[in-house]
């Protein structure tokens, strides 16, 4: 295994003025794999997010140190890139201009940056939308916008903070497949957090179970069902007991707290 | 006939505004018609056709030009003014917890006070002429494009401000793609405030410090008892401030198209 | 430590109050020791201060405010009275907004103040014409907030309380009238600001006493210290009113703090 991300005994303080300190991330140590699929799952207000921020490198751990390909991250790169909860779109720019907004930012030439980003759009099958306002899409239509954005500079790992939890089944469903399919292809590492815990299992190489506040990595479980996955899977009783392990793991992370 | 009744059913908002101000012109018109005037009234009246006779005079005259261009002239440099100040002082308050703290209380009583009173001061120190006026016509503008700038950038969504900063945007970036485009509408709302107050003050400022300009014209028109000079004055400023604002609207619901519910001002 | 939490949780007034003094330090050093200036043009705090304890025991100061209140109370409480039906009739029946609209738009649009000489020659320098001014000015925040209000009320309410076989009056009193009062206060407040502007210039144009009037009259001698007491009570009062409003707007409605523009 040859480790992308290498986090150990990170911790993260919030001080906010006029509030008392949150620690939201404590001793939290874990390991990814060149091209693994990783999901988190913990109780909410656990840092799952904070933790994403660290690796993306907006926010900086007070304690510990963290690697990605063996180089310390002091901010953000473009061999990371993140896909938002609430999508994040520039809400005054086209389609085309929001998933333009990585090269534009890197000073790629107009021209180019134009081609690059119409075959993302190709690709997140969303043709023929790139001159919407963000408005205009559905839900699902935006969080396409929202992976395509993030995958135009070709990072090499994905982060995903509860991608598709603004989403309805269905539509969650067929993005997940999509997800897969694009994973596939590009080979990825995806860092992927979510509080579904179907969806951790359906999709991951692992499952990193945190910890209530203060965030740890509590548990890793390994997913051994073989690729590709499909939709029927997920009817197996062998799904059910790995939903069932991650489960009880959880659990006690909620009630305790 | 139901062609008619289907135009009308159509128009109908237009046909009753429009019929609306129409029925009153012409009601006013026909005042003398109807009643006759008490000999002491009769001096201040005047009537639509008697205004416009007089509008057209003067412009023949070209007195109305020379009054025009004095009192644009003060318009355009107090607002230039206004929104060379008051956008890059909105965009720093806006950024800067402390610089806003240490301004606000200035904003807040200056802002809530009518600028008007500071014009007895400019004249003092600027004398009669286009200086007091420019300066008149900048305190009343500054203030809705400062506050309407700061608004705009204190909104501004921390989650786009994150996205942009995850590709490796600098601070410089930030503020150009995120920040300005975010403040845009609510700069235009401010901006149309602005002409409202650059208005005012020209007016107030010719009645009191200025031997020129349309609002000299007016005041000393109606020291004069000329009443159609005054109204053909005030149609004037009337008429330019209904351009100017339908056309900052105009600005304002094109920018609506990325953003579904405008800003909404009050 | 208990200090800089309590500095953080009050850093705003602390820093205003701190800019405050430093201005007013900076101002009346820098007039005592570095420019000595005529003093005809420019005046200090410390003067200011003397001529506002005078006045405070003087008479005229208070005359000149009662004069200019009564004014202001009455065209105000005109443009209530007609401004609230007004908007209440043009937001409930269509095509009365429809006749009104483009009319009261355009002259709310326009500087109504470059009426001010013939209103004054018209109505006369005292109590009546100010009050006239006023009226005029500050009438359209109320006829227009009114209006938004009450078309502001939600179908489905509408619905609910008919389908429970309300009548028209428990539709007004129920749904209307509570969902129109916070743009009310929203319209007052801009009201005030317009009143304040009909004031001051119907008293700088040609009356003889109130507190406009005042102040452009200390300004025509130079006595600039007096000037500044008239404004900067002008400005308390201001400010005062202003502030009460916003806090009764948040009182009413704390649900449109958010989305306030000035
Ligand atoms: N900027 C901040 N300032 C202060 N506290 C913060 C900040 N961001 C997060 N926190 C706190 O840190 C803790 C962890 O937050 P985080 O957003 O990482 O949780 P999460 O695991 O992503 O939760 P959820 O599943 O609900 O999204 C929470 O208690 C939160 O209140
Ligand atoms: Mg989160």
Redesign the interface.
Known sequence: MVPCIQARDISLTFKPKNRDPVTALKELTLDVAKGEFVSLVGPSGCGKSTFLNVLLGLLKPDGGEIRLNGKQITGPGQERAMVFQEFGLLPWRTVLANVELGLELKGVQASVRRERAMELIKMAGLAGFASHYPHELSGGMKQRVGLARALVTDPEVLLMDEPFAALDAQTRDLMQLELLQIWDRTKKTVVFVTHSIEEAAYLSDRVIVISARPGRAKDVMKIALPRPRDYEMRLSAEFNDIKARIWASLKEELVTK | MTGLTSFYREK??YL??????VF?LALWQCVPLLITLPRGYAL?FTTPSRIAATFYRLLVEGQIQEHFYVSVAAFLSGLGIAIAVGLPFGIVMGRS??L???????V???????R??????F???FGIGIWSKVMIVFVGAVF?LL??TY?GVKNVDR??V????????NEW?VMK??VL??S?P?II??LRLAI?RA??GV??GE??GSSKGL?FM??S???N?K?DV?FA??AI??GL??IL?LSVKKLENS?A????EA???? | MGLKEKYHEYHRPILGMASVIGLILLWELTLTYLIPVDPFFFTKPSLIGTAFREQLFGERLWRDLAISSRAFIWGFSLSVIVGIPLGAVMGWRRRVEYTLDPLLTALYASPLVALAPLLIIFFGVGLLGKAVLVFLLAVFPFIFNTSAGVKSADPLLINVVRSFGGKELDLYLKVILPGTFPYIVAGTRLAIGRGLVGIIVGEFYAASEGIGFAIQNYGDTYRLPDMFVGIIVLSAIAVALTELLRKAELMVAPWRAGEEIR
Do not use: C, H
């Open positions: 109908e908002a009753l505004g429009i019929g609306f101000i009153l201040f917890r402390t806003d703290a240490l301004s606000d209380p200035y807040t009583a200056l802002n809530a006070t009518p008007l009173v500071w014009l007895p001061l004249i003092l120190w809705p506050i309407n608004a989650v786009l994150n996205v942009v900063r995850s590709f490796g945007a970036q793609v995120v485009p975010n845009l609510y709302v401010g409202g208005i005012l007016v107030v009645f009191f609002g007016i005041a028109a109606a020291s008892y009443v005054v004055g005030v400023f009337m401030s209904l604002t920018l198209r990325w953003r579904p800003a909404k001002n009050f």
